[in-house]
């Protein structure tokens, strides 16, 4: 996805990692930011295998599914299956995606309302944009942190569908692209 970016020094590891262990598929431990670039999602977006990301092409293969990503080897590939899974993943490498999908609001208002209409219905909060979004980029750490507690978190998913996803402190490094265009990302 657009919005999904790495650091250098990871797509590195990554490589590394997929000639060492050769898989077919890999999940990516996601950091999605929620409101800006100071916080990000936790709860269910860390999820072991919330996204998966990496997959092995053949001659022949062809996409199943786009939601769980899904890919088909033809039979006369010969493959056999081999995953990795994002906790593995992450513990063997350090390797993150960084997810922007919740920074800017004209973004969010269009990837909730596609979820709404298209994806998850009557999984997602009514009015997620006004009613949880933008009270929380325009609150006080004290306004957000109720706001929080109200919704168990600050995701579009209902918590009874997907569980709690609160917000937490990002203290690492974005990757270079974005550390490059903070400021005018930021207005």
Not at 78 to 104: P, Q, R
Not at 124 to 144: A, F, Q
Request: charged share 30%; net charge neutral.
């Amino acid at each position: 996805d657009s919005d999904e970016l790495y650091r250098a020094e990871d797509i590195e590891k990554t490589i590394k990692f997929l000639q060492e262990h050769k898989p077919t598929s890999v999940g990516v431990r996601s950091k999605s930011f929620y409101g800006g670039f100071d916080d990000y999602l936790t709860g269910f977006e860390l999820n072991r295998d919330n996204f998966l990301r990496i997959f092995r092409v053949t001659p022949g293969s062809k996409w199943l599914t786009h939601r769980p990503p899904t890919i088909q080897y033809p039979p006369e590939a010969n493959i056999i299956k081999k995953h990795i899974d994002s906790n593995t993943f992450y513990k063997l490498t350090g390797v993150e995606m960084y997810h922007y999908s919740y920074v800017f609001p004209k973004q969010v208002k269009n990837k909730v309302e596609y979820y709404k209409a298209k994806v998850s219905r009557h999984k997602c909060i009514d009015d997620y944009y006004n009613r949880v979004y933008l009270p929380w980029v325009s609150s006080s750490p004290e306004d957000r942190y109720f706001l929080e507690k109200e919704f168990l978190g600050v995701h579009e998913f209902k918590s009874e569908y997907r569980g709690e996803c609160f917000t937490a402190d990002f203290t690492g490094q974005h990757p270079l692209a974005i550390q490059n265009n903070l400021d005018v990302l930021k207005q």
